[in-house]
Every structure is written in structure tokens, then in C-alpha cells.
């Protein structure tokens, strides 16, 4: 069986940029635990993507703090998150949730059976909106999370989020 870790958004804004928390600087230890017992060339991660128009946009409109915008600093994957996964696949997403990367994860598991889990940022945001498009494209892969590899927007919102992908038949860890 193939195992694959996708690393969501562990980008500078949602650590200790824009949208920065402490729950999110505390993850990034762990998750570069995570990251270094995957093979890797079995690791994938998002990265949020905006444009200088971003306040004009619906999500904009919704969360009117400026981040992610292409190419700027708080754009970056995290230096060291970046540095644990130099063979990462990068996919640029514009919305939560990345229809390509489970495009992606679908075609490899034509391959062989898989089994799939995820980290990162946000838990109640992106993590979920992901972890549901990968549970839509692959009904019978082991989708797992790990609560101490995610953090949310607040402590409640991120419990909520994985008792919503625990109902979805992720596996939270």
C-alpha cells in the first residue's frame, strides 16, 4: 500500500503572518515530524493563492484580511516545513479546496491501493474542504488526520471541523 501526507497551507501568512496564531506556530514542529516519515516522493501540499484584487473578490468580501497573494512573503510555504519537503508536488489553489490535487491522489490510486493523510492549515477551513473533495474522488482510500497536526481558526472550530471529517469516515488519529 502507498502512503501519501498532503501538507495544507503551511504557508507564512497562516503561521505567523496575516492570519497568524500561535495554535498554528505550535503545529509546525510535529508536522515536520510528520513530513520526514513519508517518502518523499509521496508528499503533496496546497498552497493558498490570492491576487492583488483579493478584497474585491467573494472570500475577500468575507474575510477582508489580505494574505496569500502570489509571490509575496506570506505567500511562501514555511521556510522550515519548506525545507523538510524538497520534493513536494505544490499545488496553487484559489478557493479552500483543491479539485486538482484530488484529481491528482484519484490517478495514483488507480496505480495502487493508497491511503492518504493530511496536515495543516486551517482545520476548519482548508483541511476540511479538502479532506471532503478527497472523500468525494475516493470513497474506499483510509483518509486519516492528525488533531495535532492541524490547527483551526479558533480551539472550537478546529474540534468541530474534525468531528464533521470523523462523520465523512476520515480517520482522526
Not at 491576487?51 to 512573503?73: I, M, Q, R, W
Amino acid at each position: 500500500m502507498e502512503k501519501y501526507l498532503i501538507v495544507i497551507d503551511m504557508q507564512k501568512d497562516f503561521i505567523d503572518g496575516a492570519l497568524g496564531s500561535e495554535m498554528a506556530q505550535a503545529i509546525v514542529p510535529q508536522v515536520i515530524k510528520r513530513i520526514e516519515a513519508y517518502k518523499p516522493d509521496h508528499i503533496y501540499a496546497t498552497r493558498d493563492t490570492h491576487f492583488a484584487n483579493y478584497l474585491d473578490t467573494l472570500e475577500g468580501k468575507k474575510l477582508p484580511v489580505v494574505h496569500c497573494v502570489k509571490e509575496s512573503d506570506g505567500w511562501q510555504i514555511e521556510k522550515r516545513i519548506a525545507a523538510a519537503m524538497p520534493e513536494a508536488r505544490i499545488f496553487d489553489k484559489y478557493t479552500f479546496g483543491s479539485e486538482e490535487l484530488a484529481q491528482e491522489m484519484y490517478r495514483l490510486s488507480l496505480k495502487d491501493e493508497m491511503e492518504i493523510e493530511l496536515a495543516g492549515l486551517c482545520t476548519d477551513i482548508c483541511v476540511v474542504s479538502n479532506a471532503l473533495l478527497l472523500r468525494a474522488k475516493l470513497p474506499g482510500t483510509v483518509i486519516k488526520v492528525d488533531p495535532s497536526c492541524c490547527a483551526g481558526v479558533t480551539k472550537e472550530s478546529h474540534k468541530a471541523a474534525l468531528e464533521t471529517m470523523k462523520m465523512c469516515q476520515i480517520d482522526i488519529l
